[in-house]
């Protein structure tokens, strides 16, 4: 059997469920089912009924608590997408100043691999003029003998 469990100023509480219908009732409560729609039942012991108690005040209440958790929950949506945001935003710097640090090893590489190369040429280029040298030096000295 079910009963309907109001508190002592007999505001609805709760329905309850009686595992067996020889349980006795419990003191604050009724088989009278609260209509459906009733924002705030309070149950009439003498006509055994209940009626809305709710104010337009208590009604307005209720409806801001909702209204303000519905405004919560959009906040902290935003919340979350900024964070999401914030994170992303980290993520595509790190990315950027990893970039940053290849192009400059590879600057770097090239800029002493060019150096080398440079180098390479003016020994090369030393090299040459030693040996025009020596062979202009030999043909003077073929010269001068035949």
Do not use: C
Request: cysteine-free; proline content about 4%; overall charge negative.
């Amino acid at each position: 059997m079910q009963v309907f469990l109001y508190d002592d100023n007999f505001y609805f509480l709760r329905p309850k469920i009686l595992a067996s219908p020889e349980i006795q009732m419990p003191d604050n409560s009724t088989t009278v089912k609260p209509p459906d729609g009733l924002w705030r039942p309070q149950f009439d012991k003498a006509n055994n009924v209940w009626h809305e108690s709710a104010d337009q005040e208590y009604k307005d209440i209720q409806k801001n608590k909702y209204q303000n958790e519905f405004e919560s929950n959009t906040v902290m949506e935003q919340l979350v997408t900024l964070r999401q945001q914030l994170a992303d935003e980290k993520l595509a710097r790190k990315q950027a100043e990893k970039a940053q640090n290849t192009l400059g090893i590879q600057l770097t590489t090239e800029v002493l691999a060019r150096k080398e190369a440079e180098d390479l040429n003016q020994s090369l280029g030393e090299q040459m003029a030693i040996l025009k040298l020596d062979v202009l030096s030999l043909k003077g000295e073929m010269t001068s003998e035949s």
